[in-house]
């Protein structure tokens, strides 16, 4: 296989791990650059694409709004390069890497105001900073130590799952609570909410997340279905999960669908906000498409050498989305070389607090898992527990085996 030919197929070709129908795999597939729908407002070189309908956006954003987009990308991603650094040094359990889909995360997250909600998946970690979740609450869950118990309300971040597609229902589920409580289209902007419900490419094959898009569209829900394409589903490429582009599927639904260029941040910010204003301003659902790729292994227990090139991820390499943000920001003297510095160190400083503080966090007791199963007294658990704890103890003044 030539490097062309790579190039011109987002599954990379790697087909000669599984054996597959080739009918199936010489389909027409969606150009590996997003093809000529896709909203793009910044090129991987760094220069602006002009467009009529988002320009405004982006216009409206002040300087140190624009930096800031900057500080969430860097910092995100070291925090993304430490956990996956402490999982490897047995310090965490798994830790599921955005390397790659930072401008996706951040763009969405930035455009989201407080009283909306966010229903992740356990990759969106982006979307979880910018809604001020400390990111020690993931690695203490990743690490097992804590179950990821964060209030939702008070975050608009709804807890980490690892069940694909359930994120469309339950999404669609609260938005049509939020219709009903009388919070959309109001006119108040404090008071307007609206919903989006993570997905990735592989959550579209899924049937929970077709049946939520028929709710959502007959009930008119204020819901952005944020469907991150990283063109894999751990081993499965696009091409084994729909025929047709994921933003086309809207249509059926009798919705809009749009690509975005997911490794653009201000495209990303700037569709997902037109998307939420319109869902909050009682106009309905809609599907974001924002087409990135997935730079890390699916989740550490994943080896990608095993189903795609590295040709595959060279490529996407290119259209890093903080480089080509960097360079943006460069030439239009909107940030210097001191401003990326601090930035720089600020990295370093939160990269060191985040090994310190997980390998400093306390082991939770044990019984914890039983004693918060029931509200109520629990006999069967009880006894569960007393088993569980007898069993531990057995093992008391025996050497460990790490
Ligand atoms: C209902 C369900 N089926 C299967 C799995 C196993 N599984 C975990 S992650 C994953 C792939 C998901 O791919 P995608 O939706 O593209 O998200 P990504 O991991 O690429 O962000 C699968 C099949 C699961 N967690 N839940
Ligand atoms: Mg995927």
């Known amino acids: 296989m ?13 087909d ?18 997003g093809g000529p729908d896709m909203v793009q407002l910044l090129t991987p070189e760094g220069e602006r694409v002009h467009h009529t309908e988002y320009d405004a956006i982006i216009d409206a954003l002040s300087h140190d709004e624009l930096r800031a987009f900057y500080r969430d ?36 997250g930035r455009a989201m105001r407080t009283q909306d909600h966010a229903f992740p998946g356990y990759r969106e970690h982006g979307i979880a900073w910018t809604r001020g979740l400390d990111p020690m609450r993931l690695i203490a869950m990743y690490r097992g130590v804590d179950k990821g118990a964060w209030d939702p309300a008070e975050f608009g971040f709804h ?6 597609g359930n994120q ?19 006119g108040d902007d404090q008071r307007d909410a609206a919903v989006i419900a993570c997905m990735g490419d592989g959550a579209t094959a899924q049937g929970d997340n077709n ?37 086309k599927r809207a249509d059926g639904f009798g919705f809009p669908g749009i690509r975005v260029d997911g490794n653009d941040v201000l495209a990303s910010y700037a569709v997902t906000k037109t998307m939420l204003d319109r869902a909050r301003s009682g106009d309905g659902p809609s599907l974001v498409e924002a087409y990135t790729y997935r730079m890390a292994a699916h989740t550490t227990s994943d080896d990608p050498t095993k189903y795609r090139v590295s040709a595959e991820v ?9 480089a080509r943000y960097k360079r943006w920001l460069m030439s239009e003297g909107i940030a210097d070389h001191d401003y990326f510095e601090a930035i720089d160190r600020e990295a ?18 044990v019984g914890d898992i039983f004693d918060q199963v029931y509200v109520e007294p629990h006999q069967q658990v009880a006894d569960d527990k007393a088993t569980f704890t007898a069993y531990l103890e057995s093992f008391e003044g025996q050497e460990v085996q790490a």
């Open 16 to 33: 000669h791990h599984v054996s597959v129908d080739p009918a199936i795999v010489t389909e027409p597939r969606p150009a590996a650059d």
């Open 73 to 108: 990308l860097v910092l995100i991603r070291r925090v993304d390069q430490e956990a996956t650094a402490l999982q490897r040094q047995g310090e965490l359990g798994l830790w599921a890497s955005l390397l790659g889909q930072e401008a996706a995360q951040i763009g969405c």
């Open 348 to 365: 370093d400083e939160l990269g060191e607090h985040v090994r310190t503080a997980t390998v400093s966090m306390p082991d939770p007791d």
């Open 314 to 322: 060279e490529i996407w390499k290119l259209r890093d989305p903080i």
């Open 159 to 164: 807890g980490y799952t690892i069940v694909i």
């Open 2 to 14: 030539s490097d062309t030919d790579v190039a011109a197929s987002p599954s990379g070709g790697m």
């Open 211 to 247: 049946e939520a898009f028929v709710f959502a569209g007959v009930y008119n829900s204020p819901v952005v279905f944020f469907c991150q394409n990283n063109q894999w589903a751990i081993s499965e490429p696009n091409a084994r999960q729909t025929r047709a582009p994921i933003y």
């Open 168 to 186: 469309s229902l339950i999404g669609t589920g609260y938005a049509m609570g939020i219709q009903r409580d009388g919070a959309v289209g109001t």
